[in-house]
T-cell receptor, first 111, second 115 residues
Framework: QKEVEQNSGPLSVPEGAIASLNCTYS??????FFWYRQYSGKSPELIMS????GDKEDGRFTAQLNKASQYVSLLIRDSQPSDSATYLC???????????FGTGTSLTVIP | EAGVAQSPRYKIIEKRQSVAFWCNPI?????LYWYQQILGQGPKLLIQ????????DSQLPKDRFSAERLKGVDSTLKIQPAKLEDSAVYLC?????????????FGSGTRLTVV
């Protein structure tokens, strides 16, 4: 069983729609959760972090965490073509430990 | 602040040759990571340093990969001898806090092609 699993996609949404990206993780002891965006040929960049159950909003992005279901998601409202990228979910078990990354979900926003 | 610096950006070598990558983290970041990202996959941790000590190298193929961070600042990752399956992007990242509690900052990566 993989530490972190994501639907590889591709996911296509029209411009202005809500994009929903999902991630599940295997270790119930995981404590820190991150979403990274990676444009083709570029390195990952951090867009959201979440540590407790519930929602966390930052601009057009909302991260949702449900530890009981071992599920973390990222919602992108009012999707723009510039949001087209691969979104990586990363999970850390404990402070000081490594991140485990999913394989990423490819998102395409269609103008 | 300056970001994580990596060099070279690209490298093409023949199998069985050796190669080295260099990374300079963000100033003041004590924790440094080397990740391997194979095309279509997520990054996989190779080694984590805290200052000049190794925290985790459990996924580093030690028969061919080595890494050092002698003065607790910049770091070098070496592969000797390289195999075809080592073709990947090698990403260096750093964080202020151990475990990257606020997330990592990645460098631009080194794209290695082994032919």
């Amino acid at each position: 069983q993989k530490e972190v699993e994501q639907n590889s996609g591709p996911l296509s949404v029209p411009e202005g729609a809500i994009a929903s990206l999902n991630c599940t993780y295997s270790d119930r002891g995981s404590q820190s959760f991150f979403w990274y965006r990676q444009y083709s040929g570029k390195s990952p960049e951090l867009i959201m972090s979440i540590y407790s159950n519930g929602d966390k909003e930052d601009g057009r992005f909302t991260a949702q965490l449900n530890k009981a279901s071992q599920y973390v998601s990222l919602l992108i409202r009012d999707s723009q073509p510039s949001d087209s990228a691969t979104y990586l979910c990363a999970v850390s078990k404990n402070t000081g430990n490594q991140f485990y990354f999913g394989t990423g979900t490819s998102l395409t926003v269609i103008p | 602040e300056a970001g994580v610096a990596q060099s070279p950006r690209y490298k093409i070598i023949e199998k069985r040759q050796s190669v080295a990558f260099w990374c300079n983290p963000i100033s003041g970041h004590a924790t440094l990571y080397w990740y391997q990202q194979i095309l279509g996959q997520g990054p996989k941790l190779l080694i984590q340093f805290q200052n000049n000590g190794v925290v985790d190298d459990s996924q580093l193929p030690k028969d061919r990969f080595s890494a050092e961070r002698l003065k607790g600042v910049d770091s070098t990752l070496k592969i000797q001898p390289a195999k075809l399956e080592d073709s990947a992007v090698y990403l260096c990242a750093s964080s202020l806090n151990p475990g990257g509690g606020d997330g990592y900052t990645f460098g631009s990566g080194t794209r290695l092609t082994v032919v």
